[in-house]
């Protein structure tokens, strides 16, 4: 596998948990459409990113029928950044450091039709592809209700319009392309405590979704930002470890959170938070 590109110092570009522990609800709001996919904050991953889409059979899929979709997402995502792509998505992927995600309606209701997907957040392209929202969101807290609730914000969203929300976690290690979340729990636990300066870090998505004018599918993009917790400034401690003490068991179950708590604990004691 192709090593995971180095992380520049800085300080995190998206903070999410400042708004308290992770919700299970789409929690999208509008953004202006000039901000949708630049600047991007991951552009040190591109190089890497462009090798794994070298590797079509690893991180590419598509349905029978998903052409006309994938054609007029990857248009848009090369005229927002100024760089024709000629309806080719992986083209149009090798552009910015999200992966892209067609979702298209039919009778099954939403499905994934077609993707690039080069950083899972603990998920497996298979696992996603020809699969409608709501088996999407099986494993997921409430489940049931947040897709009802995706699918009506599908149906309801306007071409032109673009939605945004952020989702986050913490992991050991600089991993992006993490099919399995396996892995990672193994290495938190494995680890000394006193460790978690190297290895732990913050994993956020910020996710974005635009309705297709010609075809109606939905383009949803995920874009990966890793960030050692040690780079948190001092304000945002505080935040990080009030946001990981409240969420709920099942919340906490879902994310495998008790595999990282030995390393969290050390972080905040380390801060006095």
């Not at 890497?48 to 889409?53: D, G």
């Not at 590419?60 to 997402?73: D, I, K, Q, V």
């Not at 494993?139 to 309801?156: H, K, N």
């Not at 969290?264 to 004691?269: I, N, Q, S, Y």
Request: include cysteine.
């Amino acid at each position: 596998m192709i090593a995971p590109p180095l992380i520049p110092a800085r300080t995190p570009p998206h903070a999410p948990f400042r708004a308290g522990a992770p919700r299970f609800v789409p929690a999208l709001k509008p953004i202006a459409p000039a901000d949708w996919l630049a600047p991007d904050t991951e552009a040190h991953v591109l190089d890497w990113k462009r090798a794994m889409l070298d590797r079509p059979d690893l991180v590419h899929r598509a349905e029978p029928g998903s052409e006309a979709a994938a054609h007029e997402a990857a248009d848009l995502v090369g005229r927002a950044l100024g760089a024709p792509v000629a309806g080719d998505l992986i083209k149009a992927s090798r552009l910015v450091s999200d992966d892209l995600v067609i979702m298209t309606p039919g009778a099954a209701g939403w499905t994934c039709a077609a993707l690039t997907l080069t950083a899972p957040t603990f998920f497996a392209i298979e696992d996603v592809i020809g699969r409608n929202i709501a088996a999407l969101h099986g494993p997921v807290p409430d489940a049931a209700r947040l897709s009802t609730r995706i699918e009506r914000v599908f149906e309801g969203l306007q071409p032109g319009t673009v939605l945004e929300r952020f989702n986050w976690t913490l992991q050991a290690g600089a991993d992006r392309f993490t099919p399995d979340a396996a892995p990672l729990r193994a290495r938190a636990l494995r680890a000394d405590r006193e460790a978690w300066r190297a290895l732990l870090h913050l994993r956020v998505e910020r996710q974005t979704i635009v309705k297709l004018r010609e075809t109606g599918a939905v383009l949803f993009t995920i874009r990966v930002c890793l960030d050692p917790v040690a780079a948190l400034q001092h304000e945002d401690r505080a935040s990080l470890a009030a946001a990981w003490r409240t969420l709920g068991p099942e919340g906490r179950a879902y994310k495998g959170w008790a595999d990282y708590e030995g390393l969290a604990a050390a972080a905040f004691k380390a801060w006095g938070v």
